[in-house]
């Protein structure tokens, strides 16, 4: 299935590296890899749980674009540098996904591009 829509964060990776924020093909939508990246600038250096709440709102954005909401998404992938930060990270998870529990897999002890990234978050949505 070909993409309906390619969506772009317009971060400097994207065109180099040859990827989009997030691609919609059908019902679907996949959000590529999201760390708390803005306008080139890691935020909350040292705390997972703040990187993850940006993670996230840059998710939400990508799935605003075409019409889908936190509530369409039915996997999330957490990558994480440290287990010890597999806590903070869930706590912020859950703070968005209780009601829905969508689909997840946590993996800790992964090395980012950047030393200071301490989590990266994918998801997948879909909406009938």
């Known amino acids: 299935m070909a993409a309906d829509k390619l969506i772009s964060s ?16 059908g019902p679907y939508v996949h959000v590529s890899g999201t760390t708390a990246t803005l306008n080139g600038e890691l935020q909350h250096p040292g705390d997972a749980y703040s990187q993850a709440k940006v993670a996230y709102s840059i998710i939400e954005k990508a799935l605003a674009e075409v019409g889908y909401g936190l509530e369409d998404v039915v996997r999330v992938r957490i990558y994480l540098t440290d287990e010890a930060d597999m806590d903070s990270v ?13 689909a997840l897999t946590i993996l800790a002890g992964l090395k980012f591009i950047n030393p200071q990234m301490l989590v990266e978050i994918e998801a997948d949505a879909y909406k009938a």
């Open 10 to 25: 317009g971060g400097p990776w994207e065109s180099v590296i040859g990827y989009s924020r997030a691609v919609k093909a």
């Open 90 to 102: 869930g706590k912020a998870n859950g703070e968005l996904f209780s009601a829905i529990k969508p």
